[in-house]
């Protein structure tokens, strides 16, 4: 028993150890992709909702910005969790809040909770969802107004940005690939790379 107490120990402060060697560069992208796409949403919020507060820009994608531009290799980033898990969390957090309205100790929990158990059976897990459900339950009224809109915006349409940015700065570099399906990212590589280096691998092709 203790000797698999040392061993649990010894391979979490492994796995914790390796995950702060980030090289530079990958800080460096990390830090850029963030701000680009965080920086669009708050962008249109500012530019052009400003009467609605800061509807457009909600919590949870701070926390998706944080697996899709620093955690890019996780299961949990891919372009399917990111956008499956945001829509269904926000579905079921609009539903509950149509259902048992100004009852936050039973709408909260119940929000998360079926979130969770709905990205699981979807293949769709992604942590940020819990936010984005518990935020259409707790958001005030304005997230309340917007009822099942909230699904397509701010949710989808601030999800879409975010990925568009990912799929742009995680793969401007070859050390860099996202998502982990190599056709998709090596089509979404060549569409970022400069043309003189395109121009270059057809010549030594022919």
Do not use: C
């Not at 701010?154 to 570099?173: E, K, Q, R, W, Y």
């Amino acid at each position: 028993m203790i000797k698999r107490i040392r061993r649990s120990y010894r391979i979490s402060k492994y796995i914790i150890y390796k995950e702060t060697l980030v090289d530079y560069r990958e800080k460096f992208w990390s830090f850029l992709g963030s701000f680009i796409g965080i920086g669009v949403i708050a962008f249109i919020q500012s530019s052009y909702l400003t009467e609605m507060e800061n509807v457009f820009l909600i919590g949870s994608f701070g926390a998706s910005s944080v697996l899709i531009y620093g955690a890019i290799q996780s299961p949990l980033a891919q372009p399917r969790n990111l956008i499956g898990g945001h829509l269904v969390s926000a579905v079921i957090g609009v539903t509950i809040a149509q259902l048992l309205p100004d009852i936050l100790w039973i709408t909260a929990p119940l929000a998360v909770s079926l979130s969770i158990v709905a990205m699981q059976y979807t293949k769709t897990l992604h942590p940020p969802g819990g936010a984005t459900a518990l935020i259409a339950v707790t958001g005030g009224a304005k997230i309340t107004a917007l009822g099942y809109w909230y699904v397509l915006s701010p949710v989808l349409s601030g999800v879409l940005i975010l990925l568009f940015v990912a799929l742009i700065f995680n793969n401007i570099t070859s050390q860099r690939k996202y998502p982990t399906d190599g056709r998709f990212s090596r089509t979404i590589k060549w569409m970022v790379s400069p043309a003189a280096q395109r121009l270059k691998n057809i010549r030594k092709k022919k």
